[in-house]
T-cell receptor, first 113, second 111 residues
Framework: QKEVEQDPGPLSVPEGAIVSLNCTYSNSAFQYFMWYRQYSRKGPELLMYTYSSGNKEDGRFTAQVDKSSKYISLFIRDSQPSDSATYLCAMSADGGSQGNLIFGKGTKLSVKP | SQTIHQWPATLVQPVGSPLSLECTVEGTSNPNLYWYRQAAGRGLQLLFYSVGIGQISSEVPQNLSASRPQDRQFILSSKKLLLSDSGFYLC??????????FGPGTRLTVL
């Protein structure tokens, strides 16, 4: 079983839709959870950073962590064409300071006008 | 605020040629620095990380090497490139227990 699983998509939605992106993981030691957004031919950009369980909201984005189910989600409300990108989940036991940040392979999202 | 630079942005090199990719970080001191490779369909692969000048940890045995000659400079090198070295190379920095922040990347094509 892979440490982090993420559906690669592609996921295509109409503008204004609510998008749900998900990752599952197997290591119960993971405490720090991140979502990165990567536009084509660009470096990943940190979108959300959460510690332990619960929800975190930032504008149209909500990150949700369910440690009991080993499942994390990113919700995008009122999706825009500019949200079209690949979304990578990442997690670690210690915040990633020693290089041990584990990434999903990314979900490619396309928001159609 | 912190800024991370990588160059060149794009590189096309013949098989067997040497490689040098550079990464610099501004606006922070003593960052942890990382080199990743991203190949299509294979996700992000950590190649090297460094917690200080001259301190390099290698995650994947290969014909690549890394050096950190200055606090905020990280260099990825190869003496002889292979076709399999093609990919998108990303430098990242982090500090303390924080997460990692990525640079713009270098797209390397080995022909």
């Amino acid at each position: 079983q892979k440490e982090v699983e993420q559906d690669p998509g592609p996921l295509s939605v109409p503008e204004g839709a609510i998008v749900s992106l998900n990752c599952t993981y197997s290591n119960s030691a993971f405490q720090y959870f991140m979502w990165y957004r990567q536009y084509s031919r660009k470096g990943p950009e940190l979108l959300m950073y959460t510690y332990s369980s619960g929800n975190k909201e930032d504008g149209r984005f909500t990150a949700q962590v369910d440690k009991s189910s080993k499942y994390i989600s990113l919700f995008i409300r009122d999706s825009q064409p500019s949200d079209s990108a690949t979304y990578l989940c990442a997690m670690s036991a210690d915040g990633g300071s020693q290089g041990n940040l584990i990434f999903g392979k990314g979900t490619k999202l396309s928001v159609k006008p | 605020s912190q800024t991370i630079h990588q160059w060149p942005a794009t590189l096309v090199q013949p098989v067997g040629s040497p490689l040098s990719l550079e990464c610099t970080v501004e606006g922070t001191s003593n960052p942890n620095l990382y080199w990743y490779r991203q190949a299509a369909g294979r996700g992000l692969q950590l190649l090297f990380y460094s917690v200080g000048i001259g301190q390099i940890s290698s995650e994947v045995p290969q014909n690549l090497s890394a050096s950190r000659p200055q606090d905020r400079q990280f260099i990825l090198s190869s003496k002889k490139l292979l076709l399999s070295d093609s990919g998108f190379y990303l430098c990242a920095w982090g500090s303390g227990a924080s997460t990692q922040y990525f640079g713009p990347g270098t797209r390397l094509t080995v022909l």
